[in-house]
């Protein structure tokens, strides 16, 4: 089973920006996608974004044009650029990898406080 570290997370002030990084014990390109989900509290786990093997990547909308996620092959590493950070932004981030439509590995989660 594939290990995930992730990295990154933080205390910033509203508008901030931080960067997540997210290192893969294999190859990044034996999965379908990886990405970022993330869980504030009392909130249901949702989907940040994802980038497929191809490059396509998808952006729940209340972030597209603030955040950004890339990948560096060679270090099996997935990040997410996280900008003008809000409040509601707030979150325990999970890294994940994605096989097929349903079948998921995890990270342990880094936090992301953004405070007002």
């Known amino acids: 089973q594939v290990q995930l570290v992730e990295s990154g997370g933080g205390l910033v002030q509203a508008g901030g920006s931080l960067t997540l990084s997210c290192a893969a014990s294999?190859?990044?390109?034996?999965?379908?996608?990886m990405g970022w989900f993330r869980q504030a509290p009392g909130k249901q786990r949702e989907l940040v974004a994802e980038?497929?093997?191809?490059?396509?990547?998808d952006y729940v909308d209340s972030v597209k044009g603030r955040f950004s996620i890339s990948r560096d092959g060679p270090k099996n590493t997935v990040y997410l650029q996280m900008n003008s950070l809000k409040p509601e932004d707030t979150g325990v981030y999970y890294c994940?990898?994605?096989?097929?439509?349903?079948?998921?590995?995890w990270g342990q989660g880094t936090q992301v406080t953004v405070s007002s």
């Open positions: 994940h990898t994605r096989i097929l439509s349903n079948r998921y590995n």
């Open positions: 980038i497929n093997v191809g490059g396509r990547k």
């Open positions: 294999e190859n990044i390109f034996n999965f379908n996608a």
